[in-house]
């Protein structure tokens, strides 16, 4: 990998050097021009609404510019966005491809406003929407066009009624420059400290006029990087994590947080971890001995080694196998943009578009796991036995049995891989239509294909195949199945499973395949805007208007294997685990349901600024802002939106800003359609104190609700912006908000329904199912840990979310010897986070919780300081994020040994320096070290039921120190 690195960075190298070649005059070139400088666009809010350009909103928005944007983060914009502290649950690509089962997004990059979901995150292109590219409703915005964009505004306030459902947390509007003129090339290479994670990006963008009247501008993007899959990478925290999982010591606290987890009840080449009615007697005493040892080599058995705190899955130290997943896929991408403007006449100008985008992932996941409830049962007289446990058995008094876990490395590992694909197309118009009135008009186009797919193993096959014996009349080791139930499972071939690298590939290509799930996502899209002022008002000034309208239509299907979309029969199959008979879904795990369903929306809004008072004493100004929008969706009918903002500018000084507003957010596809989302249980029954009781076995299944209706949600933003005369070339901001939603969408989750019913409400036990029948209460009490049940968790508008805090951004800017500095800083303070779906359940607030789905620090910051002279830049920023617990259920010393987390603070630097006349026009080199001290993730996480999360991706950096080299140039 290093290698690789190194080719990479010698080509940039030589670049680098022809560049430079006679520009030794450029070293000496005077800066630029302070006028130039002033013009770019970095101030805390900008134009947030529908109105015409130049009448301020109330809605807090944040400018980022596109140079700032890749001092951050030069490879790509959604992980420079991720560190915005009010961005900060962002789901990017380089960890999306870890797993993302049924919505799909793997390899995708969906912002996330206010840890709110992507769902409530509303992501506009130049200003219009854009469709989904997958069943959640979100938009992968490295399809975006990053040469090209000019800057990104984040509306950090609820703007459904300016710009449409899904805008409950805010909006980030990708603003592109479209009458770019010139060339510009951008290439660069990329590498962890730990020389993996490889990356090269390149990308261009060019634009130029033809004639007077024709307009043209275009960009190509590419990135590739080498993954990080499952297994020891030299990153201490994740060979050796830190986790919590049931305390196997009865008396003390519930969960123990211990070093170096690893599986406790499987082994690679096998582990027995139980052995069928052994006899009284010295052959018992064999027989019985057998449980704990495992196989190795070809069929060697010796004494499995355990480590402490030896729990029912999990265990600290010992040589049990690796618990965790992969940190990073493989990614491969590549986008093309175009874009084409013609006048038609002074004042109207017609524009086209065209937009496609390919991305792969691949994920080297963990090994196939065959263990806990669902563990091969392994029979006396099994072809592959070693003889010297054959005859251990063969000792004993009837039929003799053991039960073996093995996490199978001679298997392929079940890989992920992920290919989607984006074609937009859109046409519109602009122009005035006299005045200072003006209009915009568009239709779109999109399609998106999605094809994941997951290498898996085939449950009932697994199971035949391991049950190995040989066939009388030929002497050849065969499947069972084939002499008892010949034609039930043609082809069968039988596999051994005592030992390393055992398995034959015959037997594990016909256990195991890729189960695949296609998606298709069409949008058809039109809206138009008109905007202006009235002629009239108050003393104060004349009403300004805009109104418009929108229609969209988005159609989706899902097509699956057969496989998938089946229920396992394991009839036939001598130990076939009775817990996987009747399940939905024939693979291992991720089943997906076929899914179809279509939506049509049609919207209708007006917006008004009114200017109440200006040039009064106290008063430079003071303007209202009135927005109301009506939609119709196909499947929940009428829903409005409105917004009421106040805008009052004491003086040039200090300005205060207030806004009140009712949003939505509609179901996407996937909680209106999905039939059937399988997940293995993850819940706890009730009664269970006994580490021993810790999990049920079975599934969850999640169901979508075409007659859900629509999120409700009211939000509250009040703050200010300071501008002391004193301090030249500061500013400051500080806005608290507070957004509460009713009818929130969600499932209840297993766990909450599990407790209902336990709590006597029939209505969760009849969602409940436990060998073929429908629990009551106490069936549900008089379950034992993995005692196979299957849940039903229906999509619901069942519970209320709040999300509420205090954001405050800082900018500084001054001359500091011969150059330029500048200062910016941001945070935003958590004061209450509530959520049904939430890791506490939504009666509890969540602020202050770390773990893997719940991701809610109390607060967070970014400081940065850039500072320019002459041709040369230098960019520190410093990231952090505050501790809390890892589990906000637990309460440490009482159910929970260590449940604190502790201050995390990354820097990152950036140097760059620029340099004119080549040949290549300017051109600009740079190098940028993300996380300089090499800053470890904290321990967040407990253990689940097979693996093990290390860290919180969605909150800390996972890969570590990583260097960027690379070279612009303009022209």
Not at 183 to 193: E, W
Not at 720 to 744: C, E, H, T, W
Not at 868 to 892: H, M, W, Y
Request: proline residues 5%; charged residues 15%; glycine residues 12%.
């Amino acid at each position: 990998m290093k290698d690789a690195f190194m080719g990479g960075v010698s080509a940039i190298a030589c670049v680098m050097a022809l560049a430079l070649s006679g520009t030794a005059a450029a070293q000496t070139a005077p800066a630029a021009d302070d006028s130039a400088e002033e013009a770019r666009d970095e101030a805390i809010v900008v134009t947030g609404s529908r109105l015409q350009t130049g009448f301020s909103t109330p809605t807090p928005v944040t400018a980022i510019a596109a140079e700032d944007l890749v001092k951050t983060a030069p490879t790509t914009v959604a992980e420079s966005l991720q560190q915005l502290p009010a961005l900060s649950g962002t789901q990017v690509s380089s960890s999306s491809g870890r797993g993302s089962g049924n919505s799909q997004t793997n390899g995708q990059s969906n912002l996330n406003l206010r840890g709110m979901g992507t769902a409530r995150t509303l992501v506009l292109f130049n200003g219009s929407r854009l469709g989904p590219t997958n069943v959640v409703g979100s938009v992968d915005v490295n399809i975006i066009p990053k040469e090209l964009i000019q800057k990104v505004d984040v509306v950090t306030g609820g703007a459904s009624a300016s710009y449409g459902s899904d805008a409950v947390a805010g909006v980030v509007n990708f603003v592109l420059d479209t009458r770019f003129k010139g060339l510009k090339l951008n290439a660069s290479k990329g590498v962890t400290t730990y020389g993996d994670n490889p990356n090269t990006s390149l990308s261009a963008a060019f634009g130029a006029g033809l004639g007077d009247r024709v307009r043209i501008v275009g960009s190509a993007d590419y990135f590739k990087s080498k993954g990080i899959p499952y297994g020891l990478n030299g990153r201490g925290w994740m060979d050796h994590p830190t986790a919590g999982y049931p305390n196997p010591v009865a008396g003390g606290v519930a969960t123990i947080m211990a070093p170096d987890v690893r599986v406790s009840n499987a082994s690679y080449g096998g582990l027995i971890t139980s052995v069928g009615s052994c006899p009284a007697g010295t052959a018992g005493d064999a027989c019985r001995a057998l449980v704990g040892k495992e196989f190795v080599g070809n069929g060697i058995l010796q004494p499995f080694q355990y480590g402490t705190n030896v729990g029912s899955a999990f265990m600290s130290g010992g040589n049990g196998p690796i618990a965790t997943n992969g940190i990073t896929p493989d990614e491969e991408r590549y986008a093309f943009f175009g874009h084409a403007e013609l006048d038609l006449a002074a004042d109207h100008t017609l524009w086209v578009e065209g937009l496609y985008s390919n991305s792969k992932t691949y994920t080297g996941a963990q090994p196939s796991r065959v263990n806990g409830a669902t563990a091969f049962t392994i029979y006396e007289g099994n072809a592959y036995l070693p003889s010297s446990v054959s005859s251990v058995l063969a000792g004993a008094t009837g039929t003799q049995t053991f039960r073996l876990a093995r996490y199978g490395l001679d298997w392929p590992t079940t890989d992920v891989r992920g290919n989607t694909m984006v074609v937009r197309g859109a046409l519109g118009i602009k122009g005035n239509l006299g005045g200072d009135w003006s209009y915009d008009a568009m239709a779109a186009y999109q399609h998106a294909h999605q094809d994941l797919d997951i290498l898996n193993s085939i449950e009932n096959r697994k199971y035949a195949a391991a049950d190995a014996v040989i066939d009388p009349s030929t002497g050849n080791i065969v499947c069972r199945v084939t002499l008892t139930n010949p034609g039930l499972y043609p082809g069968c071939v039988p596999i051994n499973l005592f030992g390393n690298n055992v398995a034959n590939k015959a037997a594990t290509d016909w256990i195991m395949a890729w189960n695949t799930a296609d998606i298709d996502l069409n949008q058809t899209s039109g809206e138009a805007n008109v905007r202006g002022s009235l002629g009239f008002g108050l003393p104060a000034g004349n009403i300004s208007a805009a109104f418009g309208g929108a229609a969209r239509k988005l159609t989706a299907k899902r097509t699956v294997d057969a496989l998938s979309d089946d229920f396992i029969d394991g009839t036939g199959i001598r130990g076939f685990p009775a817990s996987l008979q009747g399940r939905y879904g024939s693979y291992a795990f991720y089943n997906p349901s076929p899914l179809s369903g279509e939506v049509k929306v049609y919207e209708f809004y007006g917006e008004l600024g009114i200017p109440l008072i200006a040039d009064k004493p106290l008063f430079e100004s003071l303007a209202a802002t009135v927005a109301g929008r009506y939609t119709h969706y196909s499947t929940s009918g009428w829903e409005p939106t409105w917004k009421l903002g106040l805008n009052w500018t004491v003086s040039s000084a200090f300005r205060l800003r207030a806004t009140y507003s009712q949003d939505s957010r509609a179901p996407n596809i996937l909680e209106l359609f999905n039939s059937a989302q399988v997940t293995t249980l993850n819940s706890v029954a009730p009664y269970s104190t006994a580490p021993t009781q810790y999990k049920l076995g079975g599934q969850a299944i999640t169901v979508g609700n075409p007659k859900l209706e629509t999120e409700r949600a009211k939000t509250l933003t009040v703050g200010a912006i300071i501008s002391p005369p004193f301090v030249p070339g500061l500013q400051l901001s500080v806005d608290y908000y507070r957004i509460s939603v009713k009818g929130s969408i969600d499932t209840p989750g297993s766990q909450q329904v599990i407790d209902q019913c336990h709590a006597g409400v029939m209505s969760y036990c009849n969602l409940i199912v436990f060998n073929n029948t429908t629990v009551t209460p106490a069936i549900l009490d008089g379950l034992r840990a993995d005692d196979p049940v299957f849940v039903t968790v229906p999509m619901l508008n069942f519970g209320s979310a709040r999300n509420s805090g205090i954001d405050a951004e800082l900018l500084y800017r001054t001359r500091l010897g011969s150059g330029d500095l500048r200062l910016r800083a941001t945070g935003t303070l958590l004061l209450d986070v509530r959520d049904p779906g939430g890791c506490l359940g939504g009666g509890r607030n969540e602020v202050g919780s770390h773990g893997l789905n719940c991701s809610y620090p109390r607060l967070r910051g970014n400081l940065s300081a850039n500072y320019s002279n002459g041709p040369f830049s230098v960019f520190l920023q410093e990231r952090f994020i505050q501790g809390g617990v890892a589990d906000g259920s637990q309460t440490e010393g009482v159910t929970i040994s260590s449940n604190s987390v502790p201050n995390v603070w990354y820097t990152d630097l950036n140097l760059s320096a620029k340099i004119g006349n080549t040949w290549a026009g300017d051109a600009e080199v740079y190098f940028n070290v993300t996380n300089v001290f090499n800053q470890a993730p904290p321990p967040t996480t407990t253990a689940v039921r097979s693996w093990v999360e290390a860290s919180n991706p969605a909150l800390y950096d996972l890969l570590g120190r990583r260097f960027v080299v690379g070279v612009r140039f303009k022209m």
